[in-house]
């Protein structure tokens, strides 16, 4: 069993910066596959970033390249995404996505709304 729970969403103005956090707990007999998810309003679910499982090279959606980063703090085990440059299709709900024994959990999101 696995839990996600996403913070540090928020409103922001274009061109400012926010990091979300992704805390895992449970998943303790292999280590979860993870990723960032968002969904923009009236839009389908997206891929935004996560680390390639082969060799764990940061991969990102071409929307967000340049701008996102992923990082992983293996010891508070949580999944972070540093936004920079945010712009207002950005707007979205953002959700950590975990894969543990071939299931996938999902978090509750956190928002995030672009506006000046």
């Known amino acids: 069993q696995v839990q996600l729970v996403e913070s540090g969403g928020g409103l922001v103005r274009p061109g400012g910066s926010l990091r979300l956090s992704c805390a895992l707990s449970g998943g303790l007999f292999e280590q979860p596959v993870m990723a960032w998810f968002r969904q923009a309003p009236g839009k389908q679910r997206e891929f935004v970033a996560k680390?390639?499982?082969?060799?764990?090279?940061?991969l990102y959606a071409d929307a967000v390249k340049g701008r996102f980063t992923i990082s992983t703090d293996n010891a508070r085990r949580t999944l972070d995404l540093q936004m920079n440059n945010i712009q207002p299709e950005d707007t979205a709900v953002y959700y950590c996505?975990?894969?543990?024994?071939?299931?996938?959990?999902w978090g509750q999101g956190t928002r995030v709304t672009v506006s000046s």
């Open positions: 996505k975990a894969i543990y024994l071939g299931i996938p959990y």
């Open positions: 680390f390639d499982v082969v060799n764990s090279d940061p």
